[in-house]
T-cell receptor, first 110, second 115 residues
């Protein structure tokens, strides 16, 4: 079993839709949770960074962490074609090791 | 803040030559930097972890003599692919962190093509 599981997709949605991206993890020691966006041929860009459980909102993006079920989510409201990218979830226990999901490829159609 | 610059963004070299890739943290001091390799449509594969002033720690299966890492300062790490071969062609990405518990910040990657 991988430490972080993420459906690779692809996920295709119409413009304006609410997108839900999800990951599960297995290690209860993970305390820090990240979402990265990666455009083709570019490095990953940090979107959201949360500690422990709860919600965090930044513009059209909301990150949710449920430590009881070891489930992390990223919601994108009013999705735009420019949101088309690969979204990587990541987690760490606070040390230097960061574990990444496989990444979900998202396509937002105009 | 937290900008990581990586150069070059792409490079083509002949088989048998060496290529150096630079990774700089522009607005913060990075205690630790990481080097990843990414194949098309796949996730990031950690190659090595480097700390300023000490030897890099390589992941299992990564040849330390082929992929030389130098972390000479708190803002600069370099990856040198020595005696490159076509199978070394890939997308290499560096990242840096301000410290434990801080997220990774990535460079924009280097696309290496070995002919």
């Amino acid at each position: 079993q991988k430490e972080v599981e993420q459906d690779p997709g692809p996920l295709s949605v119409p413009e304006g839709a609410i997108v839900s991206l999800n990951c599960t993890y297995s290690n209860s020691a993970f305390q820090y949770f990240m979402w990265y966006r990666q455009y083709s041929r570019k490095g990953p860009e940090l979107l959201m960074y949360t500690y422990s459980s709860g919600n965090k909102e930044d513009g059209r993006f909301t990150a949710q962490v449920d430590k009881s079920s070891k489930y992390i989510s990223l919601f994108i409201r009013d999705s735009q074609p420019s949101d088309s990218a690969t979204y990587l979830c990541a987690t760490s226990s606070g040390g230097f090791k960061t574990i990444f999901g496989a990444g979900t490829r998202l396509f937002v159609k105009a | 803040g937290a900008v990581v610059s990586q150069h070059p963004s792409w490079v083509i070299c002949k088989s048998g030559t060496s290529v150096k890739i630079e990774c700089r943290s522009l607005d913060f001091q990075a205690t630790t930097m990481f080097w990843y390799r990414q194949f098309p449509k796949q996730s990031l594969m950690l190659m090595a972890t480097s700390n300023e002033g000490s030897k890099a720690t390589y992941e299992q299966g990564v040849e330390k003599d082929k992929f030389l890492i130098n972390h000479a300062s708190l803002t600069l790490s370099t990856l040198t692919v020595t005696s490159a071969h076509p199978e070394d062609s890939s997308f290499y990405i560096c990242s840096a962190t301000k410290g434990q518990g801080s997220p990774l910040h990535f460079g924009n990657g280097t696309r290496l093509t070995v002919t």
